[in-house]
């Protein structure tokens, strides 16, 4: 996470927890959100009621799919997605375009 974009996404649209998964401090926790102890970095988007926003899923690992599950919370939320953080995930739905365009002035 020192992607200086996704830090500034996660300071100004997010309020980040963090939790270890393995410190007994923090078993508590993890029973609670349950998740495994020694398990894979996850990244979870939660609501005010503690649901997820968006499925679990384990070793999202990349700036470019962080960024598109952070989008596809916000839009889950029904929150304002700022288009640089947009910018940032395009590279994580490459596979979605066929065709690009672009413009000319």
Known sequence: MTNPLL????EDQFIPVLVYNN???????????????WNNPVIRYLD??????????ELVLTVP??????????RSANLKIP??????????????FEQATFAMY
């Open 65 to 74: 799919k962080t960024a598109q599950r952070m989008v596809d919370s916000l």
């Open 23 to 37: 410190k007994k401090s923090d078993e508590r926790l993890l029973a609670h959100f349950k998740e495994p102890s």
């Open 83 to 96: 288009s640089w953080l947009v910018a940032v995930a395009a590279p994580a739905r490459r596979n979605e």
């Open 7 to 10: 830090v500034e996404a996660i």
């Open 48 to 57: 005010a009621q503690e649901k997820d926003l968006t499925p679990r899923k």
